[in-house]
């Protein structure tokens, strides 16, 4: 089971005339098989945060790391963009990230491939994939390693809506079936409302500024009742941060 | 005066000037060092009659200023090449700004410009010396065939980049032509133009001095050619050095700051502007 | 309705797109017509120039050129010759491109190599490589030396900047999406780096073979006993255009068949991936 534990992060980045706080004190925990969402206005340093834990940048001060039983955990990131080879065929790209080529990772590549509806693509280059197809063989290219936590960069910013929206049910199927722990950063209240058991709300400046549990069960019927008034609510709160932050 | 804990026995002198010298600011200076460091040292085991000394270079070099022929040579030189540009840019213009409108003109020209573009400088200048023996003409012509593919090349590829949705706007306002030619088209070219002057100019330049070797018996290329001749090492270094000191000069002055073709591969200095807020 | 029938039966010529771009309209000839169509015109005035203007030491015929060539095929000079510069040229460019591949890698990884070649790399481009030429020609004497060192001095530039350019374009992010996954180096080596320098390095070897066979033709003239570049003085002195031609026309020849049939076929291969995907 892995275990997000992020202790008094700072980040902060020195321009050439300035510097700019990404991070500001910020602590939380989660643990198990959560979904957690990061959401905040752009600056508040939410995809920083995600790279200091996947290990692309280093914290200024503080801890913030993913264990799992003791020891560092495996890591699975979906990025904005696909970030996918492309000259490797898609199946290639699968097995790139494999810790080994062997043929049980083959055959989970596959799997992973064919639960994201793309089998048939696995010979085809990226680019001769749609955005969304791509974005969709980053997150089965992310779940296939199987690893002990996933890490998600706004990962349906790039797409229309009608593509995130469909990409946001099978993300969802994908993590009903895996029960991973997620940190799944966005912009979107309404989104984070409809996937997370956590949000964490940051603001620009980098400090934490709320942290909430959000109790529905799943699924989430958006023109369910409930789940319509708990993103009200939610936006309420997210809102009313913006008019006290700087 | 504070007393300072001696950590190690190196002087701290020695220590700064290793580490000065490893900056990359040094490295620029350190490189030339370097080769006439070499040089000096490799050149006596070798034997002075095949490679000259850096000082006997030094001394030629100079001498070849104070007597003159160089600068006349240069100088003759640089008016075949003017010559030569000029023909080449006022055909090549008109042919590739024809070779950009016309696809089937392009598909007929194609492969005669690829072999233009490949053809060796060293063939022409040796045909034209049995075409015209020792002169004017024959260099220029080489200069001449030398510049025109590229100013055509560079011309065409500006015609077809022309910016249409600019074109279509002026249409749609019914702006008159001769001010959509003048204020859309000819800016849209112009970086282009500059292009085919600068190749032209770059390629006119090698292949006028080749032609010079074989048909002609004054310039810069007759000249360093004849050093050779006369087994002149010294002579024939000193003359390279010269051909740098002209190259860079010409590139430098000549196309002042638009010069990145040969200078866009180095970083840019960074932008001295405020940091902006992205 | 009986003329539009005339008309639909009749073969339409499509209308050719690109020409309609820039103003009028054209019936579609095919390029491969137009190219067929300007070699048989070049050859043709080649052959009537020939002819009827210029005596045979001036412009020999085509005919006449072509059985130049043939002769000395089957005499074995071509053999001899062409084996000797061909020899020098590859060994040539083939240290100017490991040199200069490793040059380039260099300055796009460290400030301190970057300057410290960047003189020597602009003072090399802009230099007319006779200057080269005979420099090595007069040092190295007839040892093969001196087309060698020609080719290592002029052509390793080439190979530098494009190797230093696609070192520089490398993608970030790709890389990073590799180090994130814990992709072991050699994998990401060959699966992000190689192929991302790859289109460079192909740019590379296209300039740099340009510049080598010139450079290396140009060396022997000056000061080989064998060579092409050492055939086509000897033909200079003999006042023989029909000797130079034959010669210059086996160069520019093999430069062609190097440049179609073997760069060509392995950029091909390399770049399926780039074709086949669609905007």
């Given at each position: ?246 | ?239 390279a050095?010269?051909f ?35 | ?123 090399t481009?802009?230099t007319p490589g006779l200057v080269f030429a005979l420099i090595c020609a ?8 001196g087309p060698?060192v020609a080719i290592i001095l002029t052509a ?55 510049i080598?066979?010139?450079i290396?033709?140009l060396t ?60």
């Amino acid at each position: 089971m892995a275990q997000v534990e992020v202790s008094h992060l700072h980040k902060v980045f020195e321009g050439e005339s300035r510097t700019v706080t990404a991070l500001d004190d910020v602590s939380f925990e989660a643990s198990g098989h959560t979904f957690v969402s990061l959401v905040g206005p752009s600056g508040c340093g939410k995809s920083t945060l995600l790279n200091i834990l996947a290990g692309v940048e280093h914290a200024t001060s503080g801890r913030a790391e993913i264990l799992d039983g003791g020891r560092r955990a495996r890591l699975g990131y979906v990025f904005q963009s696909p970030r996918l080879l492309p000259w490797r065929t898609v199946l290639d790209n699968m097995m790139f990230v494999q810790p080994d080529q062997g043929a049980e990772h083959r055959e989970r590549a596959e799997h992973y491939l064919e639960m994201v509806g793309l089998s048939d693509t696995r010979k085809a280059w990226p680019g001769q994939l749609s955005g969304g197809m791509q974005q969709r063989v980053g997150i089965a290219r992310a779940f296939s390693i199987e690893p002990d936590a996933l890490l998600m960069d706004e990962p349906f910013s790039h797409l229309d809506a009608i593509t995130a929206r469909t990409l946001r049910r099978e993300l969802h199927a994908l993590w009903m079936e895996t029960r991973k722990t997620v940190l799944f950063v966005t912009h979107d209240v309404f989104e984070a409302v409809e996937l997370s058991d956590r949000i964490i709300i940051l603001a620009k400046g980098g400090s934490l500024r709320q942290n909430l549990t959000i109790d529905l069960p799943y699924p989430r019927d958006p023109s369910d009742d409930r789940v319509a008034l708990t993103k009200t609510e939610v936006l309420r709160q997210f809102e009313d941060l913006d008019l006290v932050a700087s | 005066m504070q007393a300072t804990l001696e950590t190690s026995r190196v002087p701290a002198a020695w220590i700064r000037i290793v580490h000065l010298l490893t900056t990359p600011r040094a490295a620029r200076l350190t490189a030339p060092i370097l080769i006439i460091v070499t040089w000096q040292l490799v050149a006596p085991l070798i034997g002075s009659t095949l490679l000259p000394m850096p000082i006997d270079v030094l001394e030629e070099f100079i001498d070849l200023a104070i007597e003159g022929t160089v600068w006349s040579a240069f100088a003759i030189s640089f008016v075949r090449l003017g010559i030569g540009l000029a023909l080449a840019v006022v055909i090549g213009v008109v042919v590739g700004l024809l070779l950009g409108l016309s696809p089937r003109a392009e598909a007929f020209a194609h492969d005669f410009l690829v072999i233009g573009l490949t053809f060796p400088y060293l063939i022409w200048g040796i045909i034209v010396s049995m075409w015209f023996g020792f002169g004017d003409a024959g260099p220029i012509l080489v200069v001449f065939i030398a510049a025109v593919p590229y100013v055509i090349v560079n011309m065409a590829e500006g015609v077809r980049d022309a910016p249409r949705d600019l074109i279509d706007m002026a249409r749609s306002y019914d702006a008159p032509r001769l001010r959509v030619i003048r204020q859309v088209v000819v800016p849209s070219l112009s970086p282009f133009f500059f292009a085919a002057l600068r190749y032209g100019l770059a390629n006119g330049w090698k292949g006028l001095v080749l032609a010079e070797v074989f048909a002609a018996t004054s310039g810069a290329g007759w000249e360093i050619a004849g050093m050779r001749d006369i087994g002149n090492a010294s002579g024939v270094v000193a003359y390279a050095l010269y051909f740098a000191f002209f190259s860079i000069l010409v590139e430098r002055l000549v196309f002042g700051r638009l010069s990145d073709w040969v200078f866009r591969w180095r970083p840019r200095r960074p932008e001295a502007a405020r940091a902006v807020n992205a | 309705m009986g003329r539009r029938g005339l008309s639909a039966n009749a073969a339409r010529p499509p209308i050719d797109r690109r020409a309609t771009r820039s103003g009028y309209v054209l019936p579609r000839v095919s390029t491969g017509l137009s190219r067929l169509l300007a070699y048989a015109i070049f050859l043709l005035g080649w052959q009537a120039l020939s002819t009827f203007v210029f005596p045979p030491f001036i412009l020999p015929s085509p005919v006449l050129v072509a059985q130049e060539m043939v002769s000395i095929v089957e005499s074995g000079q071509f053999l001899t010759h062409f084996l000797a510069t061909i020899g020098r040229l590859f060994v040539g460019f083939a240290i100017a491109f490991v040199l200069g591949a490793a040059i380039g890698i260099a300055m796009g990884r460290s400030a301190y190599w970057r300057e410290f070649f960047s003189d020597y790399i602009m003072l090399t481009l802009t230099t007319p490589g006779l200057v080269f030429a005979l420099i090595c020609a007069m040092f190295f004497g007839l040892s093969p030396l001196g087309p060698v060192v020609a080719i290592i001095l002029t052509a390793m530039p080439h190979v530098t900047i494009n190797v230093y350019e696609g070192v520089r374009a490398i993608p970030r992010d790709l890389l990073d999406m590799a180090h994130v996954y814990e992709v072991s180096r050699p994998a990401r080596v060959r699966n992000v780096l190689v192929p991302a320098i790859a289109p460079y390095l192909f740019t590379a070897a296209r300039y740099g073979f340009a510049i080598a066979w010139k450079i290396t033709a140009l060396t022997e003239l000056f000061g080989s006993a064998s060579g092409v570049g050492f055939q086509i003085r000897t033909e200079f002195l003999l006042f023989s255009m029909r000797g130079v031609l034959a010669w210059a026309l086996f160069l520019v020849i093999f430069a062609i068949v190097m440049e179609r049939f073997v760069l060509m076929r392995m950029e091909r291969r390399f770049f399926r991936w780039r074709r086949q995907a669609f905007a």
